[in-house]
């Protein structure tokens, strides 16, 4: 994550954490199936490499509460899609403005980014189907 974000009332930001902004950190997960994490914010793009269809999740606010106004940025470089989706649907809401409104998919070579509306409510924008 980038050293930049976030930050406290009283923090100076510095040169090098001023200049790692510019830049994604990659947080690259080779499997089928991966739960987002609190550093996978900001600056963050997580990429799915596996070439059989993936999903990754999104916790619930108990597990952990992103702020409102969150994103997460997602790129598929493998073949197969990727699904986003929530680790408890029931309480956590994944819409997009794809074909399909819940569980998002993105397909080889997309990106989409997942933005916090409200509590448990995320909406996908971007290469969705």
């Known amino acids: 994550m980038a ?3 976030p ?6 930001l510095s040169a090098p954490m001023f200049n790692e902004l510019v830049a994604f950190t990659i947080n690259t997960q080779s499997g089928t199936t ?8 900001y600056q963050v ?6 070439a059989a269809a993936k999903t990754f999740d999104i916790p619930t606010d108990a597990t952990y509460d992103f702020p409102i106004g969150t994103a997460i940025t997602f790129l598929n470089s493998g073949a197969g ?3 986003i989706d929530a680790v408890t ?3 956590t809401t994944i819409t997009s403005a794809g074909a399909s409104s819940a569980a998002p998919v993105v397909g080889e070579h997309k990106a989409a980014t997942a ?13 969705v189907s």
């Open 34 to 41: 991966y739960t987002v994490v609190d550093t996978d914010q």
């Open 115 to 127: 933005i916090k509306l409200s509590a448990n409510a995320w909406i996908v924008v971007g290469g």
């Open 81 to 83: 899609d990727l699904t």
């Open 89 to 91: 649907p029931g309480t």
């Open 45 to 50: 793009l997580v990429r799915a490499t596996n």
């Open 3 to 5: 050293t930049g974000f």
């Open 7 to 12: 930050a406290s009332v009283g923090d100076v």
